[in-house]
């Protein structure tokens, strides 16, 4: 069974750092590109950002310049560095992979379980 399993949420000042993690498990063929949603309350979730194999990444005008992606291939692991965090970045935080896992052959959307992400000003 394939997982995608987060870390790294919690409460912190507006101003203040989190670095959220996810480590993909399981019978992983391959990954394709890799990505953080939020959901706020009583908003729909949203992308925050997104980066490819090769290292290409997009991200929400709401979070450019504050928020960097990255990854690691080998450990099967994406990050999220949230520096200069908001009170309207509070929401919890899924991390995204497309990947193929056996028995399938095509690539397939999965999901964390989701990270609370709290702000306070």
């Known amino acids: 069974q394939v997982q995608l399993v987060e870390s790294g949420g919690g409460l912190v000042q507006a101003g203040g750092s989190l670095r959220l993690s996810c480590a993909a498990s399981?019978?992983?063929?391959?990954?394709?590109?890799m990505g953080w949603y939020r959901q706020g309350p009583g908003k729909q979730r949203e992308l925050v950002a997104r980066?490819?194999?090769?290292?290409?990444?997009n991200y929400a005008d709401s979070v450019k310049g504050r928020f960097t992606i990255s990854r690691d291939n080998a450990k099967r692991t994406v990050y999220l560095q949230m520096n200069s965090l908001k009170p309207e970045d509070t929401a919890v935080y899924y991390c995204?992979?497309?990947?193929?896992?056996?028995?399938?052959?095509?690539?397939?959307?999965?999901w964390g379980q989701g990270t609370q992400v709290t702000v306070s000003s």
């Open positions: 399981g019978r992983i063929v391959s990954i394709n590109a």
């Open positions: 980066i490819t194999t090769g290292g290409s990444s």
């Open positions: 995204n992979a497309e990947m193929i896992s056996t028995p399938t052959v095509t690539y397939q959307n999965y």
